[in-house]
């Protein structure tokens, strides 16, 4: 298996700009996770799915961030528009019912 | 929420020592994984470790549930065992990270 494909590696987008982060999770994994890395807050988990449906976002920041899921090989996140506070690494992640989580290689995302 | 504890902060080692990373958890989990995040960011997958110890190679982990916590050992560090590692309690689904320790090797 190719493991959990994020795309792009980087992106650098101007404020106000729509961004959207893409992820390919693991062929039959039933769990997706999306994770900001920022020096400051480390590690932290913004929305995960179970079979395609969004089970918990109360880690996404706020209103211009979203997330979907349309099928078990896809899943996007969304910032509209987006801030300097924004720019850190967007994590994906997929597991098998919860059982030993595979990371992505990351998007870094800068906003100027 | 669980909180996740990780000690030391950080540590600078010489190639060829031993070092033991510890991770607390403020409540019963599911389960418990540790990672590496490595110079360039990737966070590889090293053990998934509900109670008991694992070996690989010159790393191994034991994770105690009932006294929350778990540790990591490296023996005979090199050079590429630098950056950064994560301890993740797993609860209600979450995986929760510790602020992770970051290691140095030197030759």
Redesign the interface.
């Known amino acids: 298996d190719a493991g959990v494909i994020q795309s792009p590696r980087h992106e650098v987008t101007e404020m106000g700009q729509e961004v959207t982060l893409r992820c390919k999770p693991i062929s039959g994994h039933d769990y997706l996770f999306w994770y900001r890395q920022t020096m400051m807050r480390g590690l932290e988990l913004l929305i995960y799915f179970n079979n395609n449906v969004p089970i918990d976002d109360s880690g996404m920041p706020e209103d211009r961030f979203s997330a979907k899921m349309p099928n078990a090989s896809f899943s996007t996140l969304k910032i509209q528009p987006s801030e300097p506070r924004d720019s850190a690494v967007y994590f994906c992640a997929s597991s098998f019912y919860q059982i030993g989580y595979t990371f992505g290689s990351g998007t870094r995302l800068t906003v100027v | 929420g669980i909180q996740v504890e990780q000690s030391p902060p950080d540590l600078i080692l010489q190639e060829g020592a031993n070092s033991t990373l510890r991770c607390n958890f403020s409540d019963s989990v599911?389960?418990l994984?540790w990672?590496h995040q490595n110079p360039w960011?990737?966070?590889i997958?090293l053990f998934?470790i509900p109670s008991g110890t694992k070996q690989n190679g010159r790393l191994s982990a034991t994770t105690v549930a009932t006294e929350r916590y778990s540790l990591l050992y490296i023996s005979s560090s090199q050079t590429t065992d630098s950056g950064v590692y994560?301890c993740?309690a797993?609860q209600g689904?979450?995986?929760?990270?510790?602020?992770?320790t970051e290691l140095s090797v030197k030759p």
């Open positions: 599911n389960n994984q990672f960011g990737q966070l997958n998934y994560f993740a797993h689904g979450k995986l929760i990270f510790g602020q992770g």
